[in-house]
């Protein structure tokens, strides 16, 4: 098992720009997330997925929209990419979010708003 | 709603030394707590996890954490810091009752320094 991949690693961006971070997971889990994590503020929800077709906002929607056509696919799109997203993103998964499932983490990407 | 504080954002210890990090959550009901370790440019990993089960819980890497409802807290320790725990640790919350009520709230973490 791959695990939780994301692509791309690293990615620059000019103010205005828009571009999707991309998520997959190969463990057939129900749950997936996107979290930001910003210095000193930990990590923050952004958007969740309960199922394929089933999204919800988190606690940093603006600016993020998110689509889950299959179960092993989360992609994260920025619309109109603004400096204040400047951060790490991080994908998870989850069997579930109905029990104390294990979150499997992503190795992150590092996104710069010029 | 529950939530989570970690006292302290930086802790340093010497090798050898006891390693604690604090952790205090808040929530109308007992939740289910988690200890997510994170190492320089890396996602997270699970350290250990409360579910009800026991009120001690064990992890990986020496760690532990006890659950005590009185004091609503759930503090990581290990006996003996080693060099290679030099990370960021996040206390996390959840109900586990799925849709919003079963995401994870995170504590903003705590970097651990440890000297050699």
């Known amino acids: 098992n791959a695990g939780v991949t994301q692509t791309p690693k690293f990615q620059v961006l000019k103010t205005g720009q828009s571009m999707t971070l991309q998520c997959a997971q190969d463990?057939?889990?129900?749950?997936m997330s996107w979290y930001r994590q910003d210095p000193g503020m930990g990590l923050r929800l952004i958007h969740y997925?309960?199922?394929?077709?089933?999204?919800d906002q988190g606690e940093v929607p603006n600016g993020y929209n998110v689509s889950r056509s299959t179960t092993e696919d989360f992609p994260l799109r920025l619309l109109s990419a603004a400096p204040s997203q400047t951060s790490v993103y991080f994908c998870?998964?989850?069997?579930?979010?109905?029990?104390?499932?294990?979150?499997?983490f992503g190795p992150g990407t590092r996104l710069t708003v010029l | 709603a529950q939530s989570v504080t970690q006292l302290g954002s930086h802790v340093s210890v010497s090798e050898g030394a006891l390693v604690l990090l604090r952790c205090n959550y808040s929530?109308?009901?007992?939740?289910?707590l988690f200890w997510y370790v994170q190492y320089p440019n890396q996602g997270l990993q699970l350290l250990l996890k409360?579910?009800?089960?026991?009120?001690l819980v064990k992890g990986i890497n020496g760690f532990e954490a006890e659950f005590k409802k009185s004091e609503t807290s759930f503090h990581l320790t290990k006996p003996s810091a080693h060099m290679s725990d030099a990370a960021e640790y996040f206390c996390?919350?959840?109900?586990?009752?799925?849709?919003?009520?079963?995401?994870?709230?995170f504590g903003k973490g705590t970097k651990l320094s440890v000297k050699p």
């Open positions: 409360y579910t009800s089960a026991a009120t």
């Open positions: 998870a998964s989850s069997y579930s979010n109905r029990a104390p499932d294990t979150q499997y």
């Open positions: 929530s109308s009901v007992p939740p289910y």
């Open positions: 463990m057939n889990h129900e749950y």
């Open positions: 997925s309960v199922g394929a077709g089933i999204t």
């Open positions: 996390a919350v959840t109900l586990g009752y799925g849709g919003s009520q079963g995401n994870l709230i």
